[in-house]
Antibody, heavy 118, light 112 residues
């Protein structure tokens, strides 16, 4: 069974960088698929942030591209998100997911709430 | 950029049938597969339909998906509504020209 688990600080100060890691178990990232981050502000809808292929190729939401970096560590079977220059508008539940361009997100982490506040 | 538009909310009575639409902003929605996710409060989304009309194991056959090329839209139909179907539903597809995954804004289904 594929499982994903997000980890990282739940509180980030404005203008700082949000950093999250997603640990994957039950499937080797090196075997394929895209690995992505999706967020959901409180009371709002889902927003795709970006995805990384197991080879390291990255794809980002154009609205966030200038602030986002996604990387993968195949040796630890995990991938990470960095979002710079955060504001209160970046407060959201952040999900990691296994993604396919045909099948969408078929496995999701439980999500982690990140609050941007001083 | 490619966008997906859903109604903000729909409501229907138990036992009835409801259809939620998802309209593509440009191009052909049939060019890439559409997925549908169900999200209950406080939980991560789960897939109820993938590749336009396929149901994952464990999803009841009361859930079905379809594509209408003439209106450039996808639809999720839930028959025999149950109170447990009350949730938010999101459509999602892939913008192959920009290599972006796109979500619709979500539809709140109320079963009353």
């Amino acid at each position: 069974q594929v499982q994903l688990q997000e980890s990282g600080p739940g509180l980030v100060k404005p203008s700082e960088t949000l950093s999250l890691t997603c640990a994957v178990s039950g499937y080797s990232i090196s075997s394929g698929y895209y690995w992505g981050w999706i967020r959901q502000p409180p009371g709002k809808g889902l927003e795709w942030i970006g995805s990384i292929y197991h080879s390291g190729s990255t794809y980002y939401n154009p609205s966030l591209k200038s602030r986002v970096t996604i990387s993968v560590d195949t040796s630890k079977n995990q991938f990470s998100l960095k979002l710079s220059s955060v504001t209160a508008a970046d407060t959201a539940v952040y999900y990691c997911a296994r993604m396919g361009w045909e099948t969408g997100a078929d496995y999701w982490g439980q999500g982690t709430l990140v609050t941007v506040s001083s | 950029n490619f966008m997906l538009t859903q109604p903000h909310s729909v409501s229907e009575s138990p036992g009835k049938t409801v259809t939620i639409s998802c309209t593509g902003s440009s191009g052909s929605i049939a060019s890439n597969y559409v997925q549908w996710y169900q999200q209950r409060p406080g939980s991560a989304p789960t897939t109820v339909i993938y590749e336009d009309n396929q149901r994952p194991s464990g999803v009841p056959d009361r859930f079905s998906g379809s594509i209408d090329s003439s209106s450039n839209s996808a639809s999720l139909t839930i028959s025999g509504l149950k109170t447990e179907d009350e949730a938010d539903y999101y459509c999602q597809s892939y913008d192959s020209s920009n290599r972006n995954w796109v979500f619709g804004g979500g539809t709140k289904l109320t079963v009353l």
